[in-house]
């Protein structure tokens, strides 16, 4: 019914940067909130950042000060800019949302299938 669709991976020096994507598609009301989660190899998946429609931000306290959420809500897309890449923001990135699917106030979490990133030292 709503798919998440993640793009914008790859390998990267430590100190460099990469912008991800997410755009959902489907049947889709509204969006609250969006966010960027990720897991390394043999860790729990933990939060990196989200926001609200209206735009407020929530980030992990590892990534402050070097990435950015954004959303473009006309397009139903979540940005993550992440500068100063460090190796141990290595991991698979997901994209998360939480969607109303009908005029009924009801709203479920969707997930995208994941990217990698890989910050090389």
């Known amino acids: 019914q709503v798919q998440l669709v993640e793009s914008g991976g790859g390998l990267v020096q430590a100190g460099g940067s990469l912008r991800l994507s997410c755009a959902a598609s489907?049947?889709?009301?509204?969006?609250?909130?969006m966010g960027w989660y990720r897991q390394a190899p043999g860790k729990q998946r933990e939060l990196v950042a989200t926001i609200t429609s209206g735009h407020s931000t929530n980030y992990a306290d590892s990534v402050k000060g070097r990435f950015t959420i954004s959303r473009d809500n006309a397009k139903n897309t979540v940005y993550l800019q992440m500068n100063s890449l460090k190796p141990e923001d290595t991991a698979v990135y997901y994209c998360?949302?939480?969607?109303?699917?009908?005029?009924?106030?009801?709203?479920?979490?969707?997930w995208g299938q994941g990217t990698q990133v890989t910050v090389s030292s």
């Open positions: 998360n949302a939480d969607v109303r699917t009908s005029f009924a106030r009801v709203w479920f979490d969707y």
């Open positions: 489907g049947r889709i009301f509204s969006i609250n909130v």
